[in-house]
């Protein structure tokens, strides 16, 4: 058997990075006593010697410890991640420049590929990839051991180039495969159109660092209008989220006092809070928000905020659940750490984390004079993932008592089975208003859940007026 002796300098390097590994280990779960820290790292690097003298094929050792780093951190929660150099540069460029890929929000669930929602518009959309979709192949690649990151970098290309997926749906005998052309990702996230007159539909797909910018823009567009905007709809179904300080700004664009989200990390006595100011020039007409199970993160974040503050009604099925706070830290030759320091809070003090918004309103989503039913698939949800954080209900804030418990939000309105085709159908409801290629709001009045959004704001006018 081959046996390789191993150098000093060589033996310093993997005490250096083991050092490195429990150094993160214990400023994650707390400081390890001195003793139980020499004897993990005496045993890690027991642990690689013995591979590198004796395993059947060499290995690197620096492979090994970035491998060890990764399953370190991932065994925490969902969203923590150690990234390579490639995997952090592309993290930093979904917020932004725009890229060239396919358009999905993928996670991991139980080891699985697993699409949480195409972003709408995008090659994925139009092809018809659903949420829950799990991909088991890009390319001729399985994706059983690929990394979360691995599997974006590979979707992701110049535009115009082609990429085969196949995906396992539920319900299909056979595996699915779609060959996608990449696109530019637009970094745009708002549309907007006048639903009737009077009533303004605003659609915000993702938070980015221009979303409130754009929003603004949005709403003086809608207001210009011959009929003074009497009410509107606000967008967040499907809308996986983005950055906290545009959900902050986009939230304070309609609230003029108030906390918007409180943030609490591993020090429940330190809490930051981030409040709403008043700059005279928030709009007083009604709103109605709509979520469902794609609404993640900072989309969660401002339903939360409108509707604790009692600024908007919130209409739908229960959103995702993700309720917790990211940051990320730069490390040395581009690698970069992505771990979870905090949970977010609502207004009242409610967590969002595994348990999401629930609705004022349970509406599921169908089309209009259909016999389908409930469109609204059990999707994917925060609380669904491995490793995810619990949740922390209140805050005890005001004697607030908890909202409804997340199997009341599926007794209410999440339990049944959808219809493909008609899936397909709406997912193409708003393409149009997408493209910009079409602005008749004929198509969007065929969702059951924009349908009824109108007739409350309708009937808010109608007994608003009756009341004068």
């Given at each position: ?5 191993k ?12 050092a ?32 590198e003298k004796n ?9 090994l ?11 925490l ?34 080891g ?26 890009v390319?001729?690649?399985s ?9 974006v ?10 990429l ?7 319900g ?28 303004g ?13 754009e ?35 986009l ?10 989200v409180?943030?609490?990390?591993r ?11 008043d700059?005279n ?44 706070v990211?940051t990320?830290?730069p490390?040395?030759?581009g ?5 979870t ?7 009242k ?12 309103l349970?509406?599921k ?14 999707r994917?949800?925060?609380g669904?993932?491995k ?6 209900m209140?805050l ?15 007794k ?8 493909e ?8 409801l708003?393409d149009s ?36």
């Amino acid at each position: 058997m081959h046996s390789q002796k191993k150098s000093p300098v060589r033996k310093g390097f993997v005490l250096a990075l083991a050092a490195a590994v429990f150094f993160l280990a214990s400023s994650v779960h707390g400081e390890l006593s001195k003793a139980d820290t020499y004897e993990g790292l005496k045993l890690f690097s027991d642990v690689i010697e013995e591979l590198e003298k004796n395993y059947v094929e060499p290995v690197d050792t620096r492979d090994l410890i970035e491998e060890a780093i990764h399953g370190m951190v991932e065994s925490l929660d969902p969203h923590s991640t150690f990234m390579p150099p490639e995997a952090f540069e592309s993290l930093q460029s979904e917020t932004r420049g725009d890229f060239g890929g396919i358009g999905i929000v993928i996670t991991k669930e139980d080891g699985r590929l697993t699409v949480v929602s195409p972003i709408e518009g995008t090659p994925a959309y139009k092809a018809g990839i659903q949420a829950n979709d799990v991909i088991i192949k890009v390319e001729d690649e399985s994706t059983q051991d690929m990394m979360l990151w691995e599997a974006v970098k590979q979707m992701r290309g110049e535009p115009g180039t082609e990429l085969q997926i196949t995906v396992v749906r539920e319900g299909e005998p056979e595996p699915l495969e779609f060959t996608l052309v990449r696109a530019v990702i637009p970094m745009d996230s708002v549309r907007h159109i006048i639903l009737q007159p009077g009533y303004g539909y605003l659609w915000v797909t993702n938070f980015r660092e221009n979303t409130t910018d754009e929003v603004k823009k949005a709403l003086a567009d809608l207001e210009k209008n011959a009929d003074p905007l009497k009410g509107l709809i606000l967008d967040l179904r499907d809308n996986p989220g983005g950055l906290l300080t545009q959900a902050v700004s986009l939230s304070d664009v309609f609230l003029a006092d108030g906390r918007i989200v409180s943030i609490r990390g591993r020090d429940q006595k330190e809490e930051s809070v981030y409040r709403a100011e008043d700059d005279n020039q928030e709009p007083d007409y009604p709103i109605v928000v709509l979520i469902n199970g794609g609404s993640a993160s900072a989309a969660e974040i401002v339903a939360g905020a409108l509707q604790d503050n009692g600024r908007a009604l919130v209409l739908g099925t229960t959103s995702f659940g993700k309720g917790s706070v990211q940051t990320v830290r730069p490390l040395r030759n581009g690698y970069g750490l992505k771990y979870t320091v905090a949970r977010y809070y609502t207004p009242k003090g409610i967590s969002i984390q595994a348990e999401g918004i629930h609705p004022d309103l349970v509406v599921k989503r169908r089309l209009l004079d259909e016999k389908s039913g409930g469109l609204d698939a059990r999707r994917i949800k925060e609380g669904d993932l491995k490793n995810h954080l619990p949740g922390k209900m209140e805050l005890e804030q005001d004697g607030q008592e908890p909202g409804p418990s997340e199997s009341d939000g599926e007794k209410a309105g999440e339990g049944q089975t959808e219809d493909e085709t008609d899936v397909q159908k709406l997912m193409r409801l708003r393409d149009s208003l997408y493209e910009h290629s079409e602005r008749s709001p004929d198509a969007l009045m065929l969702d059951s859940q924009i349908n009824r959004a109108y007739e409350i704001l309708r009937g808010y006018e109608v007994f608003s007026a009756m009341g004068d």
